[in-house]
């Protein structure tokens, strides 16, 4: 080998470890400003009544982590706020209480591809102090007791369905409610004895209700995913609200309110 060549080996090997430590200490840079960097702009939140009480928490926790992201909610039945979307409601994302309603978006092409961020079970909802002494799905079929449970397109109400045919119940009610909410209602009020709902709206209704346990071999696990529009208008922002309740703060608003982990 060439003496005076072999004498520049140690030279050039210095100058590409330099060139390289500065690339690499640019692409660090670079990638740390972009995880650092928080996201801003209205976000339309479509998600299922029961996520009322979370989401509106994790709106607070986001006024100190993301001050710059504006979030407004429109809650309802998941098929409600599916069908809204359908016919050209303006959103930017969306949050259901069962993955068919959100397959129909996602059938329709107008959705990225859904996370499921949370689940839920099932329970009865009665008056405080249990004046009509109902144990379980069963009593729901009594004469003396009025029930009252979701609408058969509502995730709640198919799975408040579910549960009674496990158990081989067939009540009556005599109402069938727009969403979850609005079966919470008849019952505090005193409109009805006794409705079907999730375990976290129990905990939500507080002094005015309790709950009645349904045993794992006749509940339902409720699945909720969430997703963000294509046809958003920031989708940063929205991206930005998607993983804080996927992977960030918003998986303790719902621990705190009750929900189980995705997994």
């Given at each position: 080998?060439n ?22 200490s ?23 009544a ?20 504006h ?12 069908a ?6 303006p ?27 949370a689940?839920?079970?099932?329970q ?11 144990q379980?799905?069963s ?29 081989g ?40 209700g ?6 794992d ?25 998607v ?9 303790d ?11």
């Amino acid at each position: 080998m060439n003496r005076r060549f072999a004498s520049q080996i140690p030279v050039l090997l210095l100058a590409g470890a330099v060139v390289l430590g500065a690339c690499s200490s640019d692409d660090t840079a670079a990638t740390t400003a972009t995880s650092s960097s928080a996201a801003s702009g209205p976000v339309t939140v479509f998600a299922a009544a029961s996520l009322t009480e979370a989401l509106t928490d994790e709106q607070t926790a986001l006024k100190s982590e993301q001050p710059d992201l504006h979030i407004t909610y429109n809650f309802g039945g998941s098929g409600a706020l599916v069908a809204q979307i359908q016919q050209g409601a303006p959103a930017d994302v969306i949050a259901t209480a069962d993955a068919a309603s959100m397959q129909k978006l996602v059938d329709a092409g107008v959705v990225e591809t859904p996370q499921t961020f949370a689940k839920n079970k099932l329970q009865i909802l009665v008056a405080p102090g249990n004046p009509k002494n109902i144990q379980g799905l069963s009593d729901l079929a009594r004469g003396d007791v009025t029930f009252v449970t979701e609408d058969d397109t509502v995730p709640a109400g198919k799975y408040a369905a579910q549960a009674l045919q496990s158990a081989g119940v067939t009540p009556n009610p005599v109402s069938k409610e727009a969403d979850v909410k609005s079966a919470v209602a008849k019952v505090t009020s005193g409109e009805a004895d006794a409705t079907i709902v999730y375990l976290t709206d129990v905990t939500a209704a507080g002094s005015k209700g309790r709950g009645v346990a349904i045993p794992d071999n006749h509940n339902v696990v409720a699945t909720y995913p969430i997703a963000v529009l294509r046809s958003a208008k920031d989708k940063e922002a929205a991206r930005a609200f998607v993983d804080a309740m996927v992977s960030g703060s918003g998986q303790d608003a719902l621990a705190n309110r009750g929900f189980l982990p995705p997994n």
